[in-house]
């Protein structure tokens, strides 16, 4: 599905969160969402999930106006998990996935096999089959999370929106979340702090300052030091790593003291 | 974008929208499956409802005046016309006018509160939730204490309907000061205990203003919460509202579920959450206010009975919920039948009663959820 946001802005009491973004994203593309704190990444997202009614310009899933799509109209087609997973619920892990299921129930009724299934896919897919019947009180911070983007499958959606999704995650299970993501058929956008991760697995990124859209492109040509020093205050520089993926390596923050090692003359 | 899209994935991948056409049998997936099947669970309610009525039958043979279950079928066989032999005036009006439509609205009383405090812990996400959070309970008193006080409209309206009035202003003050938000959980709650606070303070105004020393004595007891002035008439409007107001939350069971997760992730889900949560708040509003009109704020229902039924039934709503009710009636049922013969012939309000039995029930359950 492709998700194209025209002079998008959203401001929240009075002050002003996202400023006149334009961004188009194409189907099946996996597209990095980058930006320092409260540079609007979050508020963008949900703009774009359709959980937001923007201030001005227009949200479009495959060119049509997102205002004349119903709340469960949406949910069939774009999925959303935002950063904050906490909830002080007794369900169990395969019910609150099972919850990706509620836009094609009625609203009473309860699972049937289709989604068992699909529920059962999802587990699998981010490893929490064993998990399925602990209480969600039970789970860790990153567990709780793999369970919010097995929800988000479980909704076989046409794009998935994704707030931060690997910062509670080890470093086997942010790979492993990214190379989901990147395998995947689906519309991907994902809010990501780890700028080497965006760079290896993303095929293209957007880049948020001061809510608005400064740059978009392929890794290489948007993380460049100049950049990186202007919005996330950073001097740093983008390398290859051993593997021959590009990364990010940082000297330090801007503005700092100079290190202990180099006394000023 | 990348990789080969046929070797990466089987026949099927059923979390790609492409799947949803697909018919997929149970068997082709290894599926993670509730409990309990279908069958065992429709025995299982019916098992709760046949509990439900055969504490509602017990209970109208308990009182100071012991009619036995001979006189309760003797009292129906009549009604219906059957042949039996008609008992006294007198016993018969005690059963039919008195003891009857008292058990019959404890339990829609006792199934509404527990459902209202279900639905409001789910709404507001406050496990501390109870029907009485709204401030709807104390617009009731204060509508009940005016009537009977300051005697405006008494003949016309009574204290039922005092206290409905009393009800509906004070849940029309809460909307109007919930108008234009997105009704979060927080505010809900809040706002809540504002109203309710200032309904209490004009309780107690009108109270100490106002009343002598038998009134005040006969308002407390209505405070406290009693079935006493349960009638037929009242029944009726109870036993027509409450099954609506049941259905409807029934009806919000998936979304429920969703809102325990906050806005957005229930937004996410298809929900429209402000209206849900509107619904909701009407739905339990009118519950509490027919419940409380008539029988007074019975504390504690609303709070223990959803979590013990929690603890016992799972937390999904479209079980959790009609269990609540049925537990909920059959407790209260009892409750009231206690409050009639512990000090007998002297009656407790039965909100007292729900108090000192609902207390360690509470804790018991706390502790066995590992929360206490």
């Known amino acids: ?134 209480s969600w009180k039970a789970l860790s911070g990153g567990e709780r999370q793999r369970a919010h983007i097995a929800r988000a499958l479980a909704q076989q959606p046409y794009a998935l929106l994704l707030d931060e999704p690997t910062n509670h995650l080890d470093v086997k299970h942010q790979l492993e979340l990214m190379r989901l993501l990147t395998r995947t058929d689906q519309t991907v956008l994902v809010a990501l702090h780890d700028l080497s991760l965006a760079a290896r697995y993303c095929d293209r990124l957007l880049l948020l300052h001061h809510g ?47 290190p202990m090692s180099h006394p000023s003359p | 974008m990348s990789a080969d899209p046929v070797a990466r994935r089987g026949a099927v991948d059923l979390l790609l929208p492409a799947a949803r056409e697909r018919v997929v049998t149970e068997d082709s997936v290894a599926a993670p499956r509730s409990g309990r099947s279908a069958a065992t669970r429709v025995l299982l309610f019916l098992l709760a409802l046949g509990a439900l009525a055969g504490s509602v039958a017990t209970a109208v043979t308990i009182g100071t005046a012991d009619v036995g279950w001979t006189g309760l079928a003797r009292a129906l066989g009549t009604r219906l016309g059957l042949g039996v032999e008609p008992l006294p005036p007198l016993v ?69 309907g005092g206290a409905l009035a009393g009800a509906l202003l004070s849940f029309g003050l809460l909307m109007l000061l919930l108008r234009r938000t997105g009704l979060d959980s927080s505010r809900i709650v809040l706002t809540g205990v504002v109203v309710g606070q200032l309904f209490t303070a004009l309780t107690s105004l009108v109270l100490m203003a106002s009343a002598d020393a038998d009134t005040t004595r006969a308002v407390t007891h209505w405070l406290l919460g009693s079935m006493a002035p349960a009638r037929w008439n009242t029944v009726v409007v109870c036993a027509v509202v409450t099954p609506l107001g049941l259905l409807a939350a029934w009806l919000c069971s998936n979304a429920l579920d969703g809102l325990a997760f906050g ?28 419940a409380v009109a008539t029988v007074g704020a019975i504390g504690f229902v609303g709070l223990i009975v959803p979590h013990g039924v929690r603890f016992l039934a799972g937390p999904l709503h479209r079980v959790l919920l009609p269990y609540a009710a049925l537990a909920g009636a059959v407790f209260l049922v009892w409750t009231d039948a206690l409050a009639r013969i512990a000090f007998a012939p002297r009656e407790v309000p039965v909100g007292v009663i729900t108090a000192l039995l609902g207390v360690p029930l509470f804790l018991l359950v706390l502790r066995k959820r590992g929360e206490l």
């Open chain 1, 1 to 134: 599905m492709r998700i194209a946001a025209e002079e998008l802005s959203w401001s929240v009491a009075g002050t002003p969160v996202v400023r006149e973004v334009s961004a188009d994203i194409a189907p099946g593309e996996t597209v990095g969402l980058l930006g320092p704190n409260g540079s609007g990444k979050s508020s963008l997202l949900r703009c774009l999930a359709g959980l937001r009614a923007p201030g001005a310009g227009t949200v479009r899933y495959d060119g049509e106006d997102v205002r004349d799509w119903s709340a469960r109209r949406i949910a069939r087609h774009v999925a959303f998990a935002g950063q904050d997973p906490g909830a002080d619920s007794d369900l169990r892990v395969a019910d609150v996935v099972g919850l990706g299921r509620t836009p094609f129930r009625d609203r009473w009724r309860g699972p049937d096999a289709t989604d068992r299934a699909v529920v059962g896919a999802a587990l699998e897919r981010l490893g929490l089959t064993a998990l399925a019947g602990r």
């Open chain 1, 212 to 258: 608005r859209l400064i740059a978009s492109g392929t890794p290489a040509a948007v993380l460049t030091a100049e950049r990186l020093a202007e919005v996330f205050e950073v001097d740093a520089e983008l390398t290859t790593d051993a593997l021959g993926h590009p990364a990010v390596t940082y000297r330090g923050p801007l503005g700092a003291p100079a």
């Open chain 2, 92 to 160: 018969d009006s005690l059963i039919w006018d008195l003891r009857l439509p008292r058990v019959l609205m404890a339990a829609l009383v006792g199934a509404s509160l527990a459902v209202c405090g279900t639905v409001l812990q789910a709404v507001t996400r406050n496990a501390l939730a109870d029907p009485y959070l709204l401030g709807v309970s104390s617009g009731a008193s204060t509508g009940a204490v005016a009537v009977v006080v300051l005697g405006v409209g008494a003949s016309a309206l009574g204290v039922t």
């Open chain 2, 263 to 290: 806005t957005d992730t229930a937004a996410s889900l298809g929900i429209g959450v402000r209206r849900t949560r509107m619904l909701l708040l009407v739905v339990t509003a009118a519950l509490t206010a027919v």
